[in-house]
């Protein structure tokens, strides 16, 4: 494809980050949009929020991690507009998520709700396909185009995308928003009673669900949490038997909402020269807050709030010392959906959920069943027998970017951060290439802006883009 007249613009990716890069163009008559993407019409959903198989008793059971006006108000707005629509999809689902948030809406905060994602997603193509329509009614072409891109090369004022299939695009300006590395790799996790992560192996893992082995899953974050909303579709609660193996060994903390909404407002003072320094105010800061009654999700949407309005760099005078921050911040600060989290708890009382603590480092199979081996934090090691293994472990050293951003990060177009380990991008998200943009949940620096919160959250990520587009590229 070539360049026709009219400034050309490229957006990569179909999630929210690339959602976020299209509400803030700036096109006119003449111009061209193309969104490439394996699945560019469903621009908005990407990997999160991806709509669920029909007729699988699965479909609707992942639930966002936050009430729903903390991902976005609009989208709570969304949710009490369209709550007939809700209703008839989630009546008769097993879990039974209308009666868990029926306390909720009795009280009248269908926004605190844990709304299933899809429904996000459901929300966030209707937006950007109203958007959409409004740049066609403004003489922009807007051109879907089904595909993975490899490599952008500069080649004078245009730059040009090749695309997995060979093809080339040839374009003015580049918004990259690929998403995140994948899950690391655990050998044997993809083996006849282990899956190497939970989308996309939903079936597989449900055979085994339905003949009532166990599911060991591995890790203790957002994906353990959707497999065992997997399990609870298909099986009475008192009919399951899962483990869950995590560094830590611990349930996550429930992200609660109350009415009124309140957010804690840390206060830290200034010149720390270390991390250990300023991570001592901080976790003083949560116990404060913890010991006033705060609840995890005030706390967390606090810490939010004031790091998008005061960066770390007001606080710790080392920036080198600041990028040690995010990662110990990303654990304290961890949270998860109400409602599964509340089940686990009472399943793990019963016996019928169990929390292992330590890291999984290798899975054998036998004719029936599979043995993980788990090492502690001291290094000593322990073998458990079970009936099938789900690696929902998230990134980590040897997860891998999609090839785009593992071609950029080789031709030094981005750059990876050694001490937080993630993707460092220039000021207002520039990459060393012209006119191409970068942002995805794995940058941890901007600039010379460390993140202190991970970026892994709807609102940050679209807060970053508006930012960047108020700096011209
Ligand atoms: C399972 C899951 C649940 C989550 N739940 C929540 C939640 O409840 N609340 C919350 O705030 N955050 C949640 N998150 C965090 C989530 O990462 C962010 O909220 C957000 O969805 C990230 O959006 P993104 O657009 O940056 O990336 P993605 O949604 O990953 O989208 C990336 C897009 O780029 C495409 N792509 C990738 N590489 C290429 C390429 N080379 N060429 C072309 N296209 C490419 C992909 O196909 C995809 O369309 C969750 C994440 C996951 C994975």
Redesign the pocket.
Known sequence: MTAQGGHIHLI???????AAFLDRLHLTAGDTLIV????PLSLGR????AAGQPGTPWRYS?????PADD?DPAFAEWLVQNWDYVTERMADRTPNWLAAAQSLVEAGDVYGVNAP?EFYGDFMVEQTQERIAGLRAQGVSVLPKV????TIASDGDDLVVTLQSGETLDVHSVDV????PSNLRIHGDDGPYSAPAL?GYEERIAEHIQNGAEIFCIGGN??ML?TLRLCQSYLPNDALRFVACAPDGEVPPPLIPRLPRKLTRPTFSTGHETAESFLTEAAAAIAKAKSEGDEMREIRAGFRAFFLEHPLSEFVTNPEEAKRIPATFRFWLRGGTRDTILDMRTLVAKGQVQMMTGSVTNIRHSATSALVEIQDSTGGKTEHSTGFVVNCAGAGPGSEF????TNMLANGHLHRCPISKGLKVGTALKTALPNVRF???AVTVIGDEVMAMPL????M?RTYVERSSCVSL
Not at 456 to 459: E, I, K, P, R
């Open positions: 990569i990716g179909a999630g929210i980050t690339a490439l993407a394996p699945d990407g990997a999160a929020y992942y639930l966002l991690n936050s991902i994602r595909g993975i891109a490899t928003a690929p998403g995140g989308f957002a994906a959707d999609d090839p785009l951003t942002l995805s949940p892994y959250d709807a609102h990520l």
